[in-house]
């Protein structure tokens, strides 16, 4: 809970005088945390709801495992995908097919470090991002990649919320409500718009009570 978030804030930076956490950094993570997993969570329902009517035959296998293994009025808890292997499966293909952000974010060193006998500087955002020189952002950045590179990949600090928000949520919908196009809408739009993240271009839809 967050008193156990803060309490492990805590012990990073007990008895060291230099550490780059403090509480002003602990409450923007929190804020980040939200602020990012509100608006990538949303987007990726809305390519889910759009995808359920473009492909019904999915959204009706996806509701015949939840009835089959959890009923009609069960409340979902994120335990509940280990037993919904389809129903788990089909938000991470949504999640693939619809690949909201085109990049990752960037980032920076906080403070001089060396990395596989590279010096790499505490970053000053002074520069011009498209020049690429000895010491520059944009060398740092590709060493940050070669670190990813030979460490293992970045993982979102979001992730286990998001994927927490995606299951229950979808999960609900689903077995609550039937999804289809309004009537005398034969197709839908799948491009997206440019924006924080991808979206669907703007649609409707009908949701019949199960």
């Known amino acids: 809970g967050p008193r156990g978030f803060k309490d492990y804030f805590d012990t990073l930076t007990k008895g060291d005088a230099d550490a780059t956490y403090d509480e002003e950094n ?40 939840l009835d089959a293994v959890v009923g009609c009025s069960h409340v979902f808890c994120y ?18 097919y619809s690949n909201i952000l085109l990049i990752a974010l960037p980032r920076m060193s906080v403070k001089d470090t060396e990395l596989l006998g590279y010096c790499i500087p505490k970053v000053q955002i002074k520069e011009n991002p498209r ?30 919320l998001a994927r927490m928000e995606l299951f229950i ?19 839908v739009n799948t491009k997206f718009v440019f924006g924080s993240t991808m979206k669907p271009l703007p649609y409707q839809l009908c949701a019949i009570p199960r």
């Open 26 to 65: 602990l409450i923007q993570t929190v804020a980040d945390l939200f602020v990012a997993g509100i608006e990538t969570t949303a987007t990726t329902l809305l390519w889910a709801l759009l995808y359920m009517v473009i492909y019904p035959d999915i959204q009706e296998k996806v509701q015949k495992e």
């Open 79 to 96: 335990e509940d995908r280990k037993r919904l292997p389809y129903t788990n499966a089909v938000i991470h293909e949504i999640q693939r």
């Open 131 to 160: 020049q690429f020189r000895k010491g520059s952002v944009t060398e740092i950045l590709w060493l940050k990649c070669l670190f990813c590179f030979f460490t293992g990949h970045r993982v979102c600090m979001g992730e286990l």
């Open 169 to 187: 949520v979808f999960s609900t919908l689903l077995q609550a409500f039937t999804f289809t196009l309004p009537e005398g809408v034969k197709e």
